[in-house]
């Protein structure tokens, strides 16, 4: 039976209805997992250095697509639960449109400047040239994987979580077959890792423009519409908090590796690519997890039906201490096979790796509820404290921490910086959730 956004959501149906974004985001997440891998294994250290320098500009660009979803979705939810369905389309339809545009800008933006960008994350002689390869071709898809992050969240909007999940399988499953082609089989090296990225990007953001261009039985098509300025203003306030927080991610990704430069050379690099290749997989179920439960709350929010927004507030809240806690222990306990994975061939990378992902994962017992608590006021439609909780969870906290602990801990304090964030904001997120529930309703 179809989960319906008006629906009453216990345990089970919750879990059903946001399993799909889960999976979705584990399956996004693959896309410079999978790639780290064969070119960690298959092409050398060199190139995976490559890969983790720009990764984390790819993904600040990519955050635009976030911000559009999440911001929009909020707003088109709330106003199907206002019974207003073509007005939702209509916004929908505005908000995707502009997101081709602005992608298409980046794209070709990114393409031109790729070889001054990676001078300034420090890339010089063999590894420059990684780098530009590697990027000139990913900046090709940018409108693609900018798209699939939009419909990420409008997908859930409209009913089709299932559909969302069919289509980042296929994006997925593309990238990895293709990976192994292109760099074990043709010995592509880097540019074949690229390659293959962008075209499981390309499926993933074509397939659902296809999609909502045709009669569907959905929420939501695509329709002729008018620029609104101010929904567009709305939506942007609305998702900064998701715009934060992948941008700063990749700000801070990138002062990390300026950090593990200094303290531990190349090898540091390597070794936090791959901590955060294996948090790409647990972020993405807390990341699921908000983004599909948003919309529930924004429709309920707009039909003001304040004993479901209680209801989903204390299950959510249950469901994501819970993960935080299964998947701290699952971290600690499997840290060693985790990390074998990717630099198995190096025993001292091994060592270094293992060490720095078991102090890292500590974080992830606040984690999910950070990331819950920054995604539940985008869906009450309150940006200015979900980006609030973002912007000092992600960049304020984050730099502070990377910046001060390695002066009394050396390289441990790098990964210890996280756990310290993700603890500041802990009490910056339980703070508004305790002083904004009369405002809601949720408790």
Known sequence: MRIKLSDHFTYKRLLRFVISPVLMMIFTSLYSIVDGFFVSNYVGKTPFAAVNLIMPVMMGIGTVGFMIGTGGSAIVSKTLGEGKRELAQRYFSMLVYTAIILGGLLSAAGFIFIRPISEALGATGELLDHCIVYGRILFLS????????????????????????????????????????????????????????????VIG??????????????????????????????????GASEMVTNLSMSIVNILYNFQLMKLAGEDGVAAYGVIMYVNFIFMAIFLGYSIGSAPIVSYHYGAQNHAELKNLFKKSLLLVCGAGI??????????????????????????MTRHGFRLYALAFLMMGINVWGSAFFTALNNGAVSAAISFLRTLVFQIAAVLVLPLLLGVSGIWLAVVVAEALALA????????KKKRYHYA
């Open 205 to 238: 953001g074509v397939v659902p423009i296809l999609y909502f261009s045709r009669k569907n039985n959905s929420l939501l098509r695509l329709t002729r519409t008018r620029f609104d300025g101010r929904v567009l203003l709305k939506t942007c306030a609305n």
């Open 428 to 435: 910056v997120t339980i703070f508004f959730l305790a002083t």
């Open 142 to 201: 940018m409108t693609a994987f900018i798209l699939q992050s939009v419909f990420h969240s409008f997908f859930i909007a409209a009913e089709k979580p299932g559909l969302s999940l069919r289509v980042s399988l296929a994006a997925g499953l593309t990238n990895i077959v293709l990976d192994y082609v292109f760099i074990a089989v043709f010995r592509w090296g880097i540019a074949g890792a690229a390659i293959a990225t962008a075209i499981g990007e």
């Open 326 to 351: 299964i998947l701290t222990v699952l971290a600690e306990v499997f840290s060693g096979p985790l990390v074998g994975i990717f630099v198995s061939y190096d025993a001292g990378l091994f060592e």
